[in-house]
Nanobody, 129 residues
Framework: QVHLVESGGGSVQSGRSLTLSCELS????????LAWFRQIPGREREGVTRIDSEGMAKYSDAVKGRFTISTDLAKSTFHLEMKRLKPEDTAIYYC???????????????????????WGQGTQVTVSS
């Protein structure tokens, strides 16, 4: 059974940094996608970043250049390093994981935003101005 557990949320002032972690258990796929999403109450969940098992990472325009996703496979953990935080980054952050697919010899394909099969419980990040 797959479990994802986030940690590292909290409250910080604008401009500061925070790192979230997501610990995976029971996830043994060779080709995979690991992702971070966030949700503001009353709004749809939005993709923040994702990385595949070949190391290809993508970021939303809102966080590009400020957030970094990384993996620590030895610890079955992946991280979201968030720098220069802004009040608009305030949200519940969720980690997610799923199998990646591939068409022929092309790049790995990750699921669409809400099609990820495995999710963490969410962790609150609050950025004050």
């Amino acid at each position: 059974q797959v479990h994802l557990v986030e940690s590292g949320g909290g409250s910080v002032q604008s401009g500061r940094s925070l790192t979230l972690s997501c610990e995976l258990s029971g996830f043994t796929f060779e080709q995979y996608c690991l992702a971070w999403f966030r949700q503001i109450p009353g709004r749809e969940r939005e993709g923040v970043t994702r990385i595949d098992s070949e190391g290809m990472a993508k970021y939303s325009d809102a966080v590009k250049g400020r957030f970094t996703i990384s993996t620590d496979l030895a610890k079955s953990t992946f991280h979201l390093e968030m720098k220069r935080l802004k009040p608009e980054d305030t949200a519940i952050y969720y980690c997610a994981a799923d199998v990646a697919t591939r068409n022929g010899v092309g790049p790995l394909i990750c699921p669409r935003a809400n099609e990820y099969k495995y999710w963490g419980q969410g962790t609150q990040v609050t950025v004050s101005s």
